[in-house]
């Protein structure tokens, strides 16, 4: 079969198995706001159709969706957010990657697929481990087994654009990086270091797991970029003109980019906006856990609360996904090898919980952290340290009713 053919066959299966995806996701993490007038509704449903269907590689006749690669993760943002929701962990399909540490001859993050007559970097290797009672994997990457990675879930989408809401000097304001209070918290803001290349001043992060990126465009830039290979005005993935790259490497490089001629983009400033307005028009994840008084009120007695906001200001109103936007110390099980942005290999990011009943809804396909080691809400728990240690230490005491109790509450956020 010629190669053409194959790509093509390739290219129908996945655009069928991610339409599959839609039909069988949850029409709360498919929906718009309710806030999007008629005008927007249409450019949303623009920023739908890039963020739902293939990209391809270049040159093809749709021009305006192609320039996949050559490296790339995925072919689609719903391939690592099937439905909008969480990625799956490698076994059952796309949406988890590995990151890599800043001195890696491979970037920033593992491509662990290719065009044809491209060699994918590496293929994503693991090995099932305990850690005491608790489960866990060590993820290494087949043929070079000593580079230090770190597993990173995709998260559901749902609310994203909220969090870019939030001002900075609220943020910075509940930070007690030297625990002044005396309460074992420490949060402190994730502070980027300026960017003397890009003339970027010093920026405050808040999205991704280790709060790396400073706003949704650029987390959508990145992603675009690193899972994709589809290079924004913000964001380029790697260089046809890489000097690591052999000779007949660079020339398929640059015959396989879907940027116009004289341009060095592959998704217009048109296109991009219209994704960019597809995520913010998002229903925001609601919850029900006024059925749990009881559970709130562990919640807060544990000091959950001290790190979980509930509620954070947005302008006239507020939201509340329960998360203070901070760096914290999560201890030494949580710790991996792989510094990001502002933040520390033991330093993540306080993981918004608002949709964690909806994400947690399966027994059988639950998973929690930044790696998706958890499989209950319980063991997520139990993986805390760090600042959180005493709060588990006394969620270890509770009663079978109170840990009933908190359980339901947060299933219901």
């Known amino acids: 079969m010629r190669r053409p053919a194959l790509v093509a066959l390739l290219l129908a299966a996945l655009c069928s198995a991610l339409q599959a995806s839609e039909r069988t996701a949850d029409p709360q993490l498919l929906r718009p706001g309710s806030s999007l ?36 993760n995925a072919n689609s943002c719903l391939a690592c957010h099937p439905g909008n929701g969480q990625g799956q962990l490698p076994e059952n399909g796309p949406g988890l990657v590995l990151r890599l540490p800043a001195d890696s001859p491979l970037g920033s993050q593992l491509q662990d697929r290719a065009l044809p007559g491209f060699s994918a970097e590496g293929r994503i290797h693991w090995q099932e481990t305990l850690n005491g009672a608790l489960r866990a994997r060590r993820y290494t990457v087949i043929d070079q087994p000593t580079l230090a990675v770190s597993a990173r879930l995709a998260p559901e989408l749902r ?3 909220a969090l870019d809401q939030v001002r900075d000097a609220d943020i910075v304001a509940w930070a007690d990086p030297d625990d002044l209070n005396g309460d074992g918290i420490s949060g402190r803001p ?40 589809i290079d924004s005005s913000l964001r380029h993935s790697r260089r046809c003109d890489d000097p690591s790259l052999p000779p007949l490497q660079q020339q398929r490089c640059q015959r396989a980019s879907g940027a116009a001629p004289g341009e060095d983009v592959e998704i217009s400033e048109k296109l991009f906006n219209a994704v960019l307005l597809y995520f913010r028009g998002l229903s925001i994840p609601t919850a029900t856990a006024t059925l749990h008084p009881a559970g709130k009120r562990l919640f807060h007695a544990l000091d959950c609360a001290a790190c979980h906001r509930p509620s954070l200001p947005l302008g006239d109103g507020a939201i509340q996904p329960y998360s203070d936007l ?14 990001e942005g502002g933040a520390e290999g033991h330093e993540w990011r ?25 499989g209950t809400i319980h063991e ?7 600042e959180a240690t005493a709060s588990v230490q006394r969620y270890r005491q509770l009663s079978a009713q109170d840990l009933n109790d908190l359980i339901r509450f947060l299933q219901e956020l």
């Open 159 to 161: 609310g994203v654009a």
């Open 326 to 339: 901070l760096l914290h110390d999560m201890g030494e099980g949580l710790a991996d090898t792989v510094a």
């Open 37 to 72: 007038t008629n005008e927007q509704r249409l450019d949303w449903a623009v920023g739908r159709s890039f963020t739902h269907k293939p990209w391809v590689s270049a040159p093809a006749t749709t021009t305006a969706r192609d320039g996949l690669g050559p490296w790339f």
């Open 190 to 229: 994730a502070l980027l270091p300026a960017n003397e290349e890009s003339g970027k001043a010093r920026q405050l992060g808040r999205f991704g797991w280790k709060a790396a990126l400073p706003s949704l465009a650029e987390q959508i830039a990145q992603a675009f970029a690193e899972d994709m290979g």
């Open 380 to 386: 997520a728990i139990l993986w805390h340290g760090g």
């Open 350 to 374: 306080t993981a918004p919980l608002w949709g964690l009943g909806f994400r947690s809804r399966d027994p059988d396909n639950t998973r929690l952290l930044h790696d998706g080691r958890a």
